[in-house]
């Protein structure tokens, strides 16, 4: 059963309506209902369309966050092959909210480190929702250190609603955390690509995603605070979300105007969510793409192209 959002509830009644009528004619072997169901559908896909041509930044919030959508998880078990996850930090503990290991991409040994968020109750808990400790930063800095040392590119899958803010992260020094996993991110000398798959939310994103190349999936979004947490702090009011989510700019395609992302990967009719294999496979693609152009290039080339990547934005940002 396809979870509906808010906003597809219009969608939900017309594609119901047509189960409906296939699931009579299957009850009663007499019934001829293809062409009444034909219609809905048809119907159903114009809907679908006219919805996501024009989604707001608070609907593409919605969408990046739908249980349904494709997680970390399940870009590795379809992109890589002979996947080894590493875990810990040899420190204090090992963070379920941060996947990482050695694999192959497209026969290519590599690095690949990303947020899990859960697919069910049980997942989500372990993983505590994409919302990483410090233990999970220091886990991927010293994973990046494992590829510089091994000259493997370093992909990173990012879907996080932010870096988790307990008592515990913060006795352990969360914030110091996320600054070395950016300052590992701008000092590995080996090519570096970040995908937002999801939510790209605060410095728990910025820590995988300074890299060389950044593409953000079509209905993704990435920005320095959650729509209603910004609410919260500017009206005193998290209803304001939408509102908050306008001036934002967290869209894929207000990034791409302001330099922050290189690439929009378009996502399947009616997002992610409704072809899971569909938008994987044109990530592998995207992924394949961007470590492609960074081929030939030496550590210090690599290295000069990330900082000056993020010491230009401001400018690309204000002339946009």
């Known amino acids: 059963m396809t979870q509906y959002l808010d906003f597809e509830k219009p969608l939900a009644e017309v594609e119901g309506k047509a189960e409906e009528l296939r699931a009579m ?30 989604l707001t930044p608070w609907r593409k919030c919605q969408v990046a966050r739908h249980p349904e ?5 399940d870009y590795i078990e379809a992109l890589f092959s002979e996947y ?57 800095v010293r994973l990046m250190d494992l590829a510089g040392r091994f000259n493997l590119p370093v992909i990173t899958l990012v879907d996080t609603p932010g870096a988790y803010p307990g008592k515990g ?7 110091e ?4 996993a950016t300052e590992k991110c701008l000092q590995i000398g080996v090519p570096l690509v970040s995908v937002i798959i999801g939510e790209g939310g605060s410095g728990g994103a910025v ?34 979300m939408r509102e908050a ?37 044109a990530v592998g693609k995207s992924i394949e793409a961007m470590l492609k152009s960074l081929d030939g290039k030496d550590a210090k080339a690599l290295i000069k192209d990330r900082r000056g990547k993020y010491l230009d934005m401001g400018d690309r940002g204000l002339a946009a």
Request: with cysteine; proline share 5%; glycine share 6%.
């Open 25 to 54: 004619a299957r009850q009663d072997e007499s019934m001829d209902v293809t062409a009444e169901a034909q219609a809905l559908d048809s119907k159903a896909t114009t809907m679908l369309d006219d919805l996501y041509k024009t």
């Open 69 to 73: 959508r494709p997680h970390c998880r």
């Open 84 to 140: 080894t996850p590493l875990a810990g930090d040899r420190n204090f503990a090992d963070d379920h909210a941060i996947m990482g290991g050695l694999a192959r991409f497209n026969d290519r040994p590599v690095m690949v480190i990303g947020h899990e968020k859960g697919s069910d109750t049980k997942s989500r808990i372990e993983r505590n929702f994409g919302m990483a400790r410090p233990e999970g930063y220091r886990k991927a």
């Open 169 to 175: 992260a913060e006795e352990r020094g969360q914030s």
């Open 177 to 180: 955390a996320i600054a070395r």
């Open 207 to 240: 820590a995988f995603a300074t890299a060389n190349r950044v593409a953000m999936l079509e209905h993704s979004v990435y920005s320095v605070i959650s729509p209603e947490g910004c609410a919260s702090i500017l009206w005193k009011d998290s209803e304001k």
């Open 245 to 281: 989510a306008e001036a934002l700019r967290l869209t894929a395609q207000d990034l791409k105007q302001l330099g922050v992302n290189d690439h929009i990967i378009p996502e399947p009719r009616g997002g992610a969510h409704r072809n899971p294999k569909e938008a994987i496979t």
